[in-house]
């Protein structure tokens, strides 16, 4: 996909009030060099506060952070520490840290996984970038890989026509990408993005009903439709401890989310003329689920699109996305993909569905006006 360079880049480094918000569930092996490298950040500390909101961990996370508050390590921000006697997922409580920075009124949110390490000057160079231009929505980090330094494990994420979301130039070696000012992406990875508060006024953050997975994907679908961009900051980098969830339950939510947001984000008409590659994809998937034995949480994520009582909520979460919308589906789908393109999922049967549906999307695309 050609990345557009949104602006040139200025050597001022504006100071603006940043909460960075990171949801914290069983993470206490992560926190001690997460919080070393958070404490050499070269932003000034006074416009910075480090918002952890934990999902009711117990693990010792819970004595670890309350310990790093009452002696906090030299350089480290301003830490607020939100303990949740349950689990409220990533949505829920990210919702919480932004809440908090609303009320305050920080000019920014940053979303930072826990299982990180940052550069020093990546909130520096996030801001700068964000600053650059009244059109940017939200700004995602270089996230590289770590160990794996070298690598990448996302330069913006892509969304394929039919919902799916994946990292863009997952395991891809650095030295191979050449980013040139702010490329445009399709959406930022909740792992590590700044985000405007005044934005958030147009869209909010999450939608608590997601829970977990591709709430990112819909929260920079809303920044589009509201006609705003997000962009990649390459100088702005995050090392990721990611790892792909092998976990069976994941599937349940990733396809649930995966309707709500195609569903609720599309116009009707764009939703139509999509219907036939999303009913073939689906009995493809069908089949894949079953081969690899998660065919249960297919259907589950089916049937609860299906359940009556759900109709209220996505009639409501469709009709916001419209009272959003400033751009036209045609504008949305120039930063769309008609392939998966995923390291982590690719199989044979990518490789032979992939060619068709993006034939597909390459004439319906050049069809849509609206």
């Not at 040139?8 to 992560?30: C, D, F, G, H, Q």
């Not at 032979?352 to 319906?364: S, W």
Request: proline share 4%.
């Amino acid at each position: 996909m050609k990345q557009k360079n949104l602006s040139k880049m200025s050597n001022e480094i504006p100071t603006k009030r940043v909460a960075i918000i990171a949801v914290l569930w069983k993470s206490r092996k992560y926190l001690p060099t997460w919080f070393e490298s958070l404490a050499k950040l070269d932003y000034p500390r006074d416009a910075i506060e480090l918002l952890l909101v934990d999902n009711g961990s117990s693990d010792g996370t819970k004595e670890y952070v309350e310990e790093m508050v009452k002696n906090p390590l030299h350089g480290m921000p301003k830490i607020n520490y939100m303990r949740q006697e349950v689990n409220l997922g990533f949505t829920g409580g990210n919702n919480i840290g932004y809440d908090y920075a609303r009320a305050e009124a920080f000019d920014y949110v940053y979303l930072l996984n826990y299982d990180t390490r940052v550069d020093p000057g990546f909130i520096r160079e996030a801001v700068k970038a964000g600053e650059s231009s009244d059109k940017i929505g939200s700004v995602q980090s270089l996230l590289m890989l770590y160990p794996e330094k070298e690598l990448i494990n996302s330069s913006g994420n892509m969304i394929h026509y039919l919902g799916f979301g994946f990292c863009g130039d997952g395991r891809v070696p650095r030295a191979e990408r050449d980013f040139i000012g702010l490329p445009e992406i399709a959406y930022p990875s909740g792992a590590g993005v700044l985000i405007k508060t005044n934005v958030l006024e147009e869209t909010d953050l999450f939608d608590d009903t997601l829970f977990a997975y591709h709430e990112d994907l819909d929260l920079g679908w809303k920044i589009r439709l509201a006609g705003y961009k997000n962009v990649l900051a390459p100088k702005s980098i995050v090392y990721h401890e990611y790892e792909f969830s092998r976990s069976i339950k994941k599937y349940y939510w990733m396809e649930r989310n995966r309707y709500i947001v195609f569903f609720s984000n599309y116009k009707f008409l764009t939703q139509l003329v999509f219907l036939p590659p999303l009913i073939v994809m689906e009995l493809g998937q069908l089949i894949f689920s079953i081969k690899s034995g998660w065919w249960k949480e297919k259907l589950k994520g089916i049937l609860w699109l299906k359940a009556p009582w759900h109709l209220p909520y996505l009639i409501k979460k469709h009709l916001k996305a419209s009272r959003i919308r400033k751009v036209k589906d045609k504008e949305i789908l120039k930063t769309y993909t008609g392939k998966i393109s995923y390291q982590e999922i690719d199989n044979w049967a990518l490789k032979i569905a992939n060619p068709i549906f993006n034939f597909y999307f390459k004439i319906i695309r050049a069809i849509i006006f609206w």
